[in-house]
């Protein structure tokens, strides 16, 4: 959703992620008032965020209920935010604490033993789906949400600083050492050089 979703005047005079954090703080002081859409407009500018760091520690399955979960829990809690501008760390910490708290009371279920096999798809040319998010959920959490930000939600780095609170270079960082790491993890080779230069 873009940032033009609540009809807020932006402040001039300010470079761009500063005009962006701008709204979204008057968005979050709007929310705490009472306002829907102000709510709205955070779940739309910070959604991709949680499901990120929900989907870099869960199975795919239960990413969405708990996405609903972590914004049931903003709205009931958002009086409780002291600085209008550590919401992204608030929010990112509230979605981390509910994705652990599902982990630890998930019951695995039994394997079942009467299902039909059908024979899987050749999938020899690449990892599928749940294995790199296997290998994703083996990587150091900063890694790990910063690749799924990346790669499963198609944030730009310039998107996953703003809405994180990173700066700019730790994203790159952060993306580039888990990049490497979750190839590492795959059995991938490293790629060409002269491609990454490009």
């Given at each position: 959703m873009a940032l033009s979703a609540a009809p807020l005047d932006e402040p001039r005079g300010?470079?761009?992620?500063?005009?962006?954090?701008?709204?979204?703080?008057?968005?979050?002081?709007?929310?705490?008032?009472?306002?829907?859409?102000?709510?709205?407009?955070?779940?739309?500018?910070?959604?991709?965020?949680?499901?990120?760091?929900?989907?870099?520690?869960?199975?795919?399955?239960?990413?969405?209920?708990?996405?609903?979960?972590?914004?049931?829990?903003?709205?009931?809690?958002?009086?409780?935010?002291?600085?209008?501008?550590?919401?992204?760390?608030?929010?990112?910490?509230?979605?981390?604490?509910?994705?652990?708290?599902?982990?630890?009371?998930?019951?695995?279920?039994?394997?079942?033993?009467?299902?039909?096999?059908?024979?899987?798809?050749?999938?020899?040319?690449?990892?599928?789906?749940?294995?790199?998010?296997?290998?994703?959920?083996?990587?150091?959490?900063?890694?790990?949400?910063?690749?799924?930000?990346?790669?499963?939600?198609?944030?730009?780095?310039?998107?996953?600083?703003?809405?994180?609170?990173?700066?700019?270079?730790?994203?790159?960082?952060?993306?580039?050492?888990?990049?490497?790491?979750?190839?590492q993890k795959l059995g991938l080779s490293p790629p060409n050089e002269a491609l990454d230069?490009?």
């Amino acid at each position: 959703m873009a940032l033009s979703a609540a009809p807020l005047d932006e402040p001039r005079g300010l470079r761009a992620p500063e005009r962006v954090r701008a709204v979204w703080v008057s968005w979050v002081a709007a929310a705490r008032s009472g306002d829907h859409d102000a709510f709205a407009s955070l779940h739309g500018h910070f959604g991709r965020l949680v499901h990120a760091v929900i989907i870099a520690r869960v199975p795919a399955a239960d990413a969405s209920d708990l996405v609903q979960d972590v914004f049931l829990l903003v709205f009931q809690k958002l009086s409780q935010l002291e600085d209008d501008q550590s919401f992204p760390a608030w929010l990112t910490q509230l979605a981390r604490n509910r994705a652990s708290r599902h982990l630890r009371d998930a019951h695995p279920s039994a394997p079942l033993e009467d299902a039909p096999q059908v024979a899987a798809p050749d999938r020899s040319a690449g990892p599928d789906a749940k294995k790199i998010l296997t290998a994703l959920h083996a990587l150091p959490e900063a890694y790990a949400e910063t690749l799924a930000m990346r790669l499963i939600e198609g944030m730009t780095g310039p998107e996953i600083a703003e809405r994180t609170g990173l700066t700019p270079g730790s994203v790159r960082v952060n993306l580039h050492r888990g990049m490497a790491l979750l190839r590492q993890k795959l059995g991938l080779s490293p790629p060409n050089e002269a491609l990454d230069d490009e």
